[in-house]
């Protein structure tokens, strides 16, 4: 057994405000080096995790001795080639979602991944809430009975203020939007609790604010999404028949924060809420009755979107694995859970652009 993790940060965003906090309240794992694209970023965020290394180039962090678990947390047009690095230097990874930039990227990280003796994952942390595993043992229960129809809403007003900055994030070629930030988790949480993929989607994409001002204060057009509207058809499983879905989501749409999954089946109904709050109807109720669950830890001083709680609940499993040699976690989204998400991200782009369903 490993006697304690070196963790390589790659990306000061998340990753600081998330990643380190969580990882420090885990015994057996310390923050070895932190990489950014500006040194003084990588100072900082070194200086707050107690890390003796910190570089601007992310080769350094990758090939570190002290390096056992890369994180990347950059924007996804970096994803690709930092996961192949990584993975060249044996190291263990869990790389932020989107898994990549098209399928193509996604697959060939999944080809460097085969065979490896190391950890691969994508950090879909909202499994890890302890209400979403219980809303996945009472769905394998059949207490809502087979799926006919599921929904997810969810809405930040944050990006709706036409002075929030151009970035990355809205630049579709960067790999920044809605779509990739969110759109990424509710597909893996549909797959992931309804054991099954999504077969056919119907999307519109859209960005409510045109423009913004970058750091130079040059105007620029924003290419990426800051809504998206999805009609989905999953394959049929154990849970599913002729399963639908509808997603929207919103990073313009006020007054505050609310995201909410519904799953719909012939013996009742289920609601998951931001934090991992569940609740079930069975069929004929009025009345949404609460199951049981323990709502974790958040970290302070960050907005409680549930994220972080479902974040510090993964970071022990990640570290555990490592520690005894294990390559799996259970509930853990895998590179090819992150391919199967990437499918349809992409097949909703095709959607969007072309203005018609694309089979998957």
């Known amino acids: 057994m490993i006697k304690k993790v070196g963790i390589g940060i790659i990306g000061t965003g998340f990753a600081r405000t998330t990643q380190i906090p969580a990882f420090q309240k885990v015994d057996g794992a310390f923050i070895a080096s932190v990489a950014s694209h500006s040194l003084e970023n990588a100072r900082s965020t070194a200086e707050l995790a107690g890390a003796s ?7 350094e962090t990758v090939a570190h001795p002290d390096v056992d678990l890369v994180c990347i947390t950059t924007p996804p047009f970096h994803h690709n080639e930092m996961t192949l690095a990584a993975l060249a230097n044996d190291k263990h990874v869990l790389c932020e979602k989107p898994m990549a930039m098209n399928v193509a990227e996604a697959e060939e990280m999944c080809a460097a991944a085969r065979g490896k003796d190391v950890l691969a994952v994508i950090d879909h942390e909202l499994r890890f809430q302890d209400g979403r595993q219980k809303a996945f043992g009472i769905l394998r229960e059949g207490k809502i009975g087979t799926i006919r129809h599921i929904k997810a809403f969810f809405r930040a007003p944050h990006r709706g203020d036409p002075n929030v900055a ?20 509710v597909i893996d949480s549909f797959n992931w609790l309804l054991g099954t993929t999504i077969s056919r989607v119907f999307c519109q994409l859209e960005a409510q604010i045109k423009t913004r001002v970058d750091k ?34 919103s990073m313009t749409e006020g007054p505050s924060y609310k995201n909410i999954l519904e799953l719909h089946g012939s013996l009742g109904s289920m609601k998951i809420d931001a934090i991992g709050g569940v609740s079930v109807a069975p069929r004929g109720e009025k009345r949404w009755q609460m199951v049981d669950t323990d709502p974790g830890e958040t970290i302070e001083g960050i907005a409680d979107t549930g994220f972080a709680r479902g974040f510090v609940s993964f970071a022990p499993k990640l ?42």
């Open 319 to 360: 570290i555990e694995a490592i520690r005894e040699g294990k390559t799996t976690i259970k509930h853990a989204a895998t590179f090819e859970d992150g391919l199967a998400v990437q499918r349809v991200i992409d097949a909703a782009h095709e959607s969007s652009d072309s203005g018609r369903s694309v089979a998957i």
């Open 166 to 185: 151009w970035n990355w994030w809205s630049d579709r070629s960067s790999g920044g939007g809605a779509l990739g930030a969110i759109g990424t988790h």
């Open 216 to 249: 130079n204060g040059e105007r620029r057009k924003v290419t990426s999404d800051d809504e998206v509207n999805m009609i989905l058809r999953f394959a049929d499983s154990d849970l599913t028949a002729d399963t639908t879905g509808v997603v929207s989501l």
């Open 53 to 59: 290394h910190f570089t601007a180039d992310w080769r």
